[in-house]
Each structure stands twice: as structure tokens, then as C-alpha cells.
């Protein structure tokens, strides 16, 4: 079975920065091209970032270029996204999964919540 298990949400201030991590298994993670997704209350889920097979591309929402980074350790079978200069806009549920939404199941997500 595939499982995701995001990690390192909570709650931080604006302007403030998280580090989230996904530990993927029951697949070959160099094999799928990944991405981050968030849901934030009453909002459909969105994807703000993706990430190719080996990492060498990357792309980002507008909302949150120039701030988040996605990365990935095929190795470890982990992907990553640190978040910085983050703003009440970015609180929500995040969530890993492949790139080709609906591929497989969702995991638990973790909460990042942003405020003062």
C-alpha cells in the first residue's frame, strides 16, 4: 500500500518559517514525479508545488514562488518543502502526493497554521 506521512506543520508566526517533510513508501519514489498540495478551510485543494523525477526542476504557485522550496531525497524516500516568509494566507492542511493528482490516496496531511 502507499502510504504518505507529512511531518513539521504547526503553529508559526507571519514572516516566520516551517521545514515539512514527506516519508513516502509502497512506491519507488524516484519513479513518480511529487508535488505539495494544501487545503485550507472551505478551499478546494491546490497545488503549490511540484518537483521532477531526479529534482533538477521545480515549479511553483504564484502564490508562494520566491518563498517555498521543494526538494527531494530519492535515497531516503522523503521529499521536503521549506517555507519561509509565511503569511496568515498560507495557513492549511498540507499535503505530498504524486504530481498526477488522484494517482494514489492522500495521507493525514500536516496543519500549518500562521498567525500572531
Known amino acids: 500500500q502507499v502510504h504518505f506521512v507529512e511531518s513539521g506543520g504547526g503553529l508559526v508566526q507571519p514572516g516566520g518559517s516551517l521545514m515539512l517533510s514527506c516519508a513516502v513508501s509502497?512506491?519507488?519514489?524516484?519513479?513518480?514525479?511529487m508535488a505539495w498540495y494544501r487545503q485550507a478551510p472551505g478551499k478546494e485543494r491546490e497545488q503549490v508545488a511540484n518537483?521532477?523525477?531526479?529534482?533538477?526542476?521545480?515549479h511553483y504557485s504564484d502564490s508562494v514562488k520566491g518563498r517555498f522550496i521543494i526538494a527531494r531525497d530519492n535515497a531516503k524516500s522523503l521529499v521536503y518543502m521549506e517555507m519561509n516568509n509565511l503569511n496568515p494566507e498560507d495557513t492549511a492542511v498540507y499535503f505530498c502526493n504524486s504530481r498526477r493528482r488522484g494517482l494514489y490516496p492522500w495521507g493525514q496531511g500536516t496543519q500549518v497554521t500562521v498567525s500572531s
Open positions: 509502497g512506491i519507488t519514489l524516484r519513479f513518480n514525479s
Open positions: 518537483i521532477s523525477l531526479r529534482g533538477e526542476e521545480a
